[in-house]
């Protein structure tokens, strides 16, 4: 098992560009998560889903969208990046309510 | 609401002395808690968590963690450093009734002298 798989590694972005963040995860797990990180700060929840078609707002879901449409895959979508979305991106997965299990992150500067 | 303390933003340990990173926390309910490391330009890698029973709770790479109910914390101890246990440790807690939402900790960066 690859376990959960994010791409880019990092990328540069431009003010008001957009993209999309990748994540899978082949473990079949129905629970998956996008969490930013900042420096010196623990881990924010940005959107979370409990299984396909479904997913809802964390803590901080201004900026960004999500969709859900396949177990496997949970994509997160920066429409208009701001220079307040520079961060580090992970995605996590779980099959039930408890241990989750980190993707290596996307670093995202937004200059 | 839910909240986890790191009180500690760096530990510094020497080799082969025995290391505790601090976390405490606060749910309504019952917790369930968490321990992850992350090594640079990693993401987060599960070490161990308490559910239920034993309050001494033994995970991956020679960790463990006690879980006291009266302090309210889950201390990660090990009883003897490596220089490769030298990374940042994150505490993260969730109701044991509730959904989905882990809390994180600030994270404490462990830092193990040769």
């Known amino acids: 098992n690859a376990g959960v798989t994010q791409t880019p590694k990092f990328r540069i972005l431009k003010i008001g560009q957009s993209m999309t963040l990748q994540c899978t995860q082949d473990?079949?797990?129905?629970?998956m998560y996008w969490y930013r990180q900042d420096p010196g700060m623990g881990l924010k929840l940005i959107y979370y889903?409990?299984?396909?078609?479904?997913?809802d707002k964390g803590e901080v879901p201004n900026g960004y969208n999500v969709s859900r449409s396949t177990t496997e895959d949970f994509p997160l979508r920066l429409e208009l990046a701001a220079p307040s979305q520079t961060s580090v991106y992970f995605c996590?997965?779980?099959?039930?309510?408890?241990?989750?299990?980190f993707g290596p992150g996307t670093r995202l500067l937004v200059l | 609401a839910q909240s986890v303390a790191q009180p500690e933003d760096q530990v510094n340990v020497a080799e082969g002395n025995p290391l505790t990173v601090k976390c405490t926390y606060s749910?309504?309910?019952?917790?369930?808690l968490f321990w992850y490391v992350q090594y640079p330009n990693r993401g987060l890698q599960f070490l161990l968590k308490?559910?239920?029973?034993?309050?001494l709770v033994k995970g991956s790479y020679g960790f463990e963690a006690e879980f006291n109910k009266s302090q309210t914390s889950f201390h990660l101890k090990k009883p003897s450093a490596l220089v490769s246990d030298s990374a940042l440790y994150f505490c993260?807690?969730?109701?044991?009734?509730?959904?989905?939402?882990?809390?994180f900790g600030s994270g404490t960066r462990l830092l193990v002298r040769p």
């Open positions: 473990m079949n797990h129905n629970y």
């Open positions: 993260a807690v969730r109701e044991k009734d509730s959904s989905y939402k882990l809390i």
């Open positions: 889903s409990v299984g396909a078609g479904i997913t």
């Open positions: 996590a997965s779980s099959y039930s309510k408890e241990t989750q299990y």
């Open positions: 749910v309504s309910g019952n917790p369930y």
């Open positions: 308490y559910i239920t029973g034993d309050n």
